[in-house]
């Protein structure tokens, strides 16, 4: 008897990663064999890392777990890099009654163009409910401590980040 591969992909603009995103990709890998991480270069958003800072920062998150693939999100229907990736879900993250709602337009139109990719909904961990990337932006901008809500090497290059906008570096 053999096993199918069963493959999620993770799609986001993780600007930067948190603590919120790690939970749903370990999550999701007791559910998947096998998660990539898709990193979007959203334009209507003004990053403060680079696309490639982001890519490089998930990598050396999970450089331990080969189940974790990190891989650039191309222009085109999320669905249609799925299915070129041989995954048969999208994995998303969910902190609350806004999220669902919005999460739910975009199941039905990924159902109605692939309906052979589900949508599989993870709510966040109690702890990261409230966490979001914009939020851990303003935060750090303003000064405040973001240690608590991302990895240790995003903390440090998000210290380093402002240093440099600040004029200090």
């Known amino acids: 008897m053999t096993s199918l591969n069963r493959h999620a992909l993770y799609a986001g603009s993780f600007d930067p990663l948190t603590l919120g995103h790690i939970d749903i990709i370990h999550r999701g890998l007791t559910l998947f064999d096998e998660v990539t991480v898709a990193v979007a270069r959203n334009i209507n958003k003004r990053p ?15 450089a331990h777990d080969a189940r974790v693939r990190v891989a650039p999100l191309p222009e085109g229907l999320l669905v249609e890099f799925a299915q070129s990736l041989g995954a048969r879900a999208l994995l998303r993250g969910l902190r609350g009654a806004a999220d669902l709602e919005y999460e739910q337009q975009l199941a039905s139109m990924n159902r109605a163009l692939a309906p052979e990719v589900e949508s599989v909904f993870l709510m966040s961990s109690e702890q990261h409910r409230f966490v979001s990337s914009s939020l851990v932006r303003d935060v750090a901008l303003n000064g405040g401590d973001v240690r608590s809500f991302v990895p240790p090497g995003v903390s440090e290059s998000l210290t380093a980040r402002l240093v440099s906008l600040r004029g200090g570096g």
């Open 48 to 62: 403060l890392f680079s696309f490639e800072e982001r890519v490089e920062m998930i990598r050396g998150v999970f």
